[in-house]
């Protein structure tokens, strides 16, 4: 089956600073989507990229579909941003994810 | 629009036991998904459903089943429970079959097994 694999997998990041967390996938995709899981466990919709370059906010994601990877880009971060980003990817009528990235930001 | 919605939010169980969990999806969508969390193992697909049908299904022992009745709401079972089942049991919906749809999760059900 298809792998996902999501770097790095822990970051700490001082209140204020840039990150970028990467998602690669191993074959060809239907879609790709981007989640933030907050302290009580629901996955919150980040974004739904297949291809190109979304923005939503301090939130940015570029997806390349031809070389099979995906970015998320956090600006100026917060400490309400931490928590765990997942990539997960649409393969086979379900959703693959990642393992995760653990991002903690500190005021 | 109401998002999905998942009850209980929490359980406890003791071994042996059987439970059973329900999903309502966001109005208008007609495909549910089932995935089960544990730090272990990470987020792993159990099943999907659509128009009362199961369209697809994971790596999970027959103990795990589910339906979906014809107002989408989709309840999932797990009989027999073993201490492995403690987990979270997340849903997802979406508008069509899941494949390449975007799918949105409900909070979630904390299911510990004693």
């Known amino acids: 089956g298809i792998q996902v694999e999501q770097s790095p997998p822990d970051l700490i990041l001082q209140e204020g600073a840039n990150s970028t967390l990467r998602c690669n996938f191993s074959?060809?995709?239907?879609?790709l989507q981007w989640f933030h899981q907050n302290p009580w466990g629901q996955l919150i919709n980040l974004f739904y990229i297949p291809s190109g370059t979304k923005q939503n906010g301090r939130l940015s994601a570029t997806t390349v579909a031809t070389e099979r990877y995906s970015l998320l880009y956090i600006s100026s971060s917060q400490t309400t941003d931490s928590g765990v980003y997942f990539c997960a990817v649409s393969y086979g009528n379900k959703l693959v994810f990642g393992a995760g990235t653990i991002l903690r930001v500190k005021s | 629009k109401a998002g999905v919605t998942q009850t209980p939010r929490y359980l406890i169980k003791t071994r042996g036991q059987q439970v059973t969990l329900s999903c309502s999806p966001i109005?208008?969508?007609?495909?549910v998904s089932w995935y089960q969390q544990t730090p272990g193992q990470g987020l792993q697909f159990l099943f999907e459903?659509?128009?009362?049908?199961?369209?697809n299904k994971g790596n999970f022992p027959g103990r795990f089943s589910g339906r979906q009745f014809s107002n989408s709401r989709s309840e999932m079972n797990v009989s027999t429970l073993e201490l492995g089942d403690s987990a979270l049991y997340l849903c997802?919906?979406?508008?069509?079959?899941?494949?390449?749809?975007?799918?949105?999760f409900g909070p979630g059900t904390r299911l510990t097994v004693l």
């Open positions: 459903y659509f128009s009362e049908t199961q369209r």
């Open positions: 109005s208008g969508h007609r495909s």
């Open positions: 074959d060809s995709v239907n879609n």
């Open positions: 997802a919906s979406s508008l069509a079959p899941s494949g390449g749809n975007e799918q949105f």
